[in-house]
């Protein structure tokens, strides 16, 4: 009789860890998220500029999301400082482009993850997650995080725009 209800008490136990466990596969983005996102906002993600060892933006080149519709990794070569800090370009094309007038290219809410930004904080970027609506480059934290500010951008960038006032210079 003991050995059925151990059986049985084993059994519910496990069924138990089943089922927690495929409930938290649910969460287990959103979770990752936030977990990674407070060990990403401890570091310094100060200033008004998204700048990593690799440049501004991660080393990515601002311009070519305009000129060739793409993320593309910027060469040390081509390469200008711009509001405290260094801008990697593809070319030198796309370097004196920015130069000339790098309000259009260098990305809103200084490069930071547009939905972050929405939702009140400084937040590092993939920089192959990117929009651009209305001439204006928008970053995000991954592509998961992209589709959920794809649902509402007009909503976020308005809420980015009044979030950023505050935020900028933190």
Not at 13 to 32: I, R, S, W
Not at 115 to 127: C, F, L, R, S
């Amino acid at each position: 009789m003991h050995c059925f209800v151990g059986a049985g008490l084993i059994f519910g136990a496990a069924f138990f860890v089943t089922l927690c466990m495929m409930k938290m596969k649910q969460y287990t983005g959103l979770v990752g998220l936030l977990l990674l996102s407070g060990t990403l906002w401890a570091q310094t993600l100060k200033g008004n500029i998204f700048a990593t060892k690799q440049g501004a933006i991660d080393g990515y080149d601002v311009v070519a999301y305009f000129t060739q519709a793409k993320a593309m990794k910027g060469n040390k070569t081509f390469n200008t400082q711009w509001a405290n800090a260094t801008w990697y370009f593809t070319t030198a094309e796309h370097r004196d482009l920015f130069k000339a007038h790098p309000e259009k290219y260098a990305p809103a809410f200084g490069g930071f993850c547009a939905y972050g930004v929405a939702e009140g904080y400084k937040v590092k970027i993939d920089p192959t997650a990117w929009d651009i609506v209305d001439g204006v480059l928008y970053l995000n934290y991954d592509l998961g995080v992209q589709k959920t500010w794809r649902k509402n951008r007009a909503g976020f960038i308005d809420k980015a725009q009044k979030n950023w006032q505050g935020l900028k210079d933190q």
